[in-house]
């Protein structure tokens, strides 16, 4: 077994990381059912366009890694998570969505990956990530790259940060995403601030 870059800390022979991230994903899924299922409160609104939102969330997910040792201490992966990521804050773009991201990871040269958040509409919003090396404790910092529906024309930013990365030896790989902070502005009219660029 080759361990990503910074999940020098996880001992995967035991195997309780796996199941950790296992429980994680089936929490936040119900979790999200449960948000998406309710009935009692107005659906989330989306963002007037020109506006700028700012959110917060978690993110737990699951998928698989194909390593390459590329000779001593250097290693390249690419891999494919899946997962439930909740938002929260009076202005987020919306509540849960399934977030998929593939990817590519070099503990020498850091990571690039795509991501797609789909919504329970079915609308979504795209971006790109870059990098520490996936592994427990590496920051990412996400573009939004425009999306569908309501999320079309999206712009904006986010960084988060990965609690823990735990993988087995058949290549599952589950980790927790903590720190998830960005901001959102919609419209395809949209202006980014002073210094910033459009997409």
Not at 20 to 35: D, E
Not at 121 to 146: C, P
Not at 160 to 172: K, L, M, Y
């Amino acid at each position: 077994m080759v361990p990503f870059q910074g999940d020098a800390g996880v001992n995967s022979r035991r195997g309780s990381p796996i199941l950790l991230g296992r429980l994680w994903v089936a929490l936040a899924s119900l979790l999200l059912a449960a948000a998406c299922g309710q009935q009692s409160g107005p659906a989330p609104t989306p963002p007037p366009p020109g506006e700028w939102r700012t959110f917060e969330g978690t993110w737990t997910a699951a998928g698989t890694r194909h390593t390459l040792s590329l000779g001593p201490n250097h290693r390249a992966s690419v891999f494919n998570l899946t997962g439930s990521l909740l938002l929260s804050g009076e202005q987020r773009p919306g509540v849960g969505f399934r977030a998929q991201v593939i990817g590519y990871s070099d503990n020498l040269a850091g990571m690039q990956g795509r991501c797609v958040w789909t919504d329970e509409r079915g609308d979504q919003a795209y971006s790109e990530l870059k990098g520490e090396a996936v592994g427990t404790g590496s920051r990412i910092v996400g573009t939004f790259l425009g999306g569908t529906g309501r999320y079309a024309g999206v712009i904006g930013e986010y960084t988060f940060r990965w609690q823990f990365v735990a993988e087995s030896e058949d290549g599952d790989v589950s980790g927790r995403v903590v720190d998830l902070k960005g901001r959102v502005q919609v419209g395809s009219a949209a202006v980014p601030p002073a210094g910033g660029r459009t997409q």
